[in-house]
């Protein structure tokens, strides 16, 4: 799909960031995406030499760990893949490889849902890039394990609690529609259809309980796990039931758009544009999401950069999926502003690339912090705009 130069111009007219044709931001966008993706190797040169274990967020600009991985430990690895594509320094490959081999223990954890976080930007990129199969399988495995939590009462994948426990048995999150590409990419690898099927009808019951008539959508939406009638709408991370969490509103945003490229459904398309559009409509000037669009001091409360970033991603694939080069402006927009606001360029001492994102500020855990996964979503940003072909590659677009 290609735009035109007068669709595009006219698009962006409203706006500060001058751009091009998809895949030619202007230069001045480019110079500066290009010099932000180049802090960024730069910055990992300087850090992985020491850093054996998956960061986590940054407490005083350096990173705290979490030695198992937690939800977080895919994006580390995958940054390192990501700069082994843009430079192809085998030192960026050493580190990637070294990283993701100590997520194997992870293949066969059934007792969260993020085996897509964890195994997709590693696994299935380091698949993507080596040729090397022990990754496809691994990520396969993965697949496996995550299906386990499927409730067919409810037809949803089971986000929180161990399996056999009461424990959260009911609860879905509106993050597992980043888990199911690792689905996806199961049933082609293997032709097993179970993969897809549960991914797909995953998708289709976020679709139908989250999604408000405004496109906003709660963080949470429960069930009753043994007879999978609806509860309601919860958060976790978000202000409330009723708010919109900006990090699981980007989540949905990427999440649907990659769902329609895997399956064309037109349903998915309509649901990421919905979520995109009310996103985009409650932005303030600077472009920086504020961490729930209906917390009570929004728009003028702590930002989360790292919903910027996934948004980001989203965006520009939605841009292509739905011909609309609106979606891609926003995208320059929202990736112009993270370069210019949010970088930590200016601390020699900073562990991480992008300040200003939050963790969870419902219970004031990791308060405009580094993220790794703010990070790894700027990084994947940067190359949809300045390599798009070679992204593809790695992570199947
Ligand atoms: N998936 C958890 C989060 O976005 O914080």
Known sequence: MTFSRRTLLGAAAAGSVAVGLPGEAS?????????????????LRQVAPNVTSFPEETKFEKWIYVNSGGWVGGFWPGMHWLAFLDSGDEQFKKWAVESALRLSPRRTDTSIHDLGFLFYPSWVTAYRLTGDVSWRDGAVQAASSLIQRYNDKGRFI???GALGTPNNAGRAIMDTMMNLDLLTFASEQTGDSRFLDVAVSHALTTRAKFIRPDGSTPHVFDFNPDTGEDIGPNTN?????????SRGQAWGIYGFTTMYRRTRRREFLDAARKLADFALDA????HIPVWDYRSPLAPND???SSAGAIMACGLIDLSRASGRASYYVAALRILDALCRTCLTTRSERHEAILARGTRNRRIEVGIEVSLPYGDYYLMEALLRVLKPRELGRAIGL
């Not at 230069?27 to 910055?43: C, I, M, P, T, W």
């Open 27 to 43: 230069a001045a966008s480019s110079r500066l995406f290009r010099e932000s993706l180049d802090y960024a190797l730069g910055k």
């Open 237 to 245: 991370q978000g202000y409330s039931p009723t708010s919109c969490w």
């Open 158 to 160: 089971r986000a929180w």
């Open 302 to 304: 702590v930002k989360d």
């Open 283 to 286: 932005l303030t000037p600077d």
